[in-house]
């Protein structure tokens, strides 16, 4: 799909990005910044984060608030209209979803369903593999929220698994045991995952954006998933470092999927995406 067809999607549009200080929301945050929308609405309860974007995209409007305000969130709606929402702003940790579950059920759940109750022209939900048969609280409130999208005609979901360098995930977990000089924790020899770039996926949202007419779970096609230890075991021959192995935490999973054996049987493969129509 060209850059100029994607163009064409975002020009003369409002276009929201909620978590727009996060991983995900700042590169996509980037990329609809250079397709020139009309104006591009910056949402964040990360008040630094926010600071730091806005130098880097400065004709940008930020918006320092919380997803969960209804009152904040009916105020930006009436006020800027936004026509073409991204909703990446989402509480993602697993380890702190299984001792918070509440919180994270308040964030995840009642802030998306906040947004829903907007007026807008297409909606874009950011998803996640965690939500195939979850087992985790993180994984569950994004399950409920997927569901709360396909009830309305045009929302779109998009789902796929880790993104390399996001805050808090396993390259920059990695990065600091290095720097540290410790070894490279492992939770299980058999764990495995789906890797994908963050430029990448954030390019695949941006298609799925464009092309989806609502109702659709768009899931991205990761390749195949990767054995935890094995990448561990690749950097420690480069460097010399060990490899300890910590165990599983409550809530994780040794291998997740992208799909539910249903949602298979159901999905129709095109280019990039798998398609799953409501």
């Not at 059920?105 to 874009?124: A, D, M």
């Not at 929302?155 to 045991?177: D, E, H």
């Not at 195949?224 to 460097?239: D, G, P, T, V």
Request: glycine share 6%; charged share 30%; aromatic share 8%.
């Amino acid at each position: 799909m060209s850059l100029r067809k994607l163009d064409n999607f975002l020009k003369n549009k409002v276009v929201l990005v909620t978590g727009a200080a996060g991983s995900i929301g700042l590169e996509l945050s980037k990329q609809i910044y250079e397709m020139k929308p009309r104006k591009l609405l910056l949402l964040d309860n990360n008040e630094t984060g926010l600071f730091d974007l806005w130098d880097e995209l400065p004709k940008a409007e930020i918006l320092l608030t919380d997803i969960r305000s209804s009152l904040d969130i009916d105020t930006i709606f009436e006020r800027h209209k936004p026509q073409i929402v991204f909703h990446t702003a989402a509480y993602k940790h697993v380890k702190i979803g299984e001792m918070f579950p509440q919180v994270f059920r308040q964030n995840n759940v009642f802030g998306t369903r906040s947004l829903l109750n907007q007026q807008f022209e297409k909606f874009i939900f950011i998803s996640t593999d965690k939500a195939v048969n979850p087992d985790c609280a993180m994984g569950k409130t994004k399950l409920e929220c997927e569901k709360m999208c396909l009830e309305k005609e045009n929302c779109i979901i998009v789902r796929f698994g880790n993104v390399m360098g996001s805050r808090g995930s396993l390259i920059p977990i990695w990065q600091k045991q290095l720097n540290e000089g410790k070894p490279l924790t492992v939770t299980d020899k058999r764990m495995k995952r789906f890797f994908m770039s963050i430029e990448g996926a954030c390019s695949l949202i941006l298609k799925a954006a464009e092309i989806g007419k609502g109702g659709e779970i768009f899931i991205l096609d990761m390749g195949k998933s990767i054995k935890i230890l094995e990448m561990a075991k690749q950097i420690a021959s480069r460097i010399g470092c060990k490899i300890k192995m910590i165990g599983i935490s409550k809530g994780e999973k040794l291998e997740e999927v992208l799909m539910t054996k249903e949602e298979r049987k159901r999905a129709i493969k095109k280019k990039d995406f798998w398609i799953i129509k409501k």
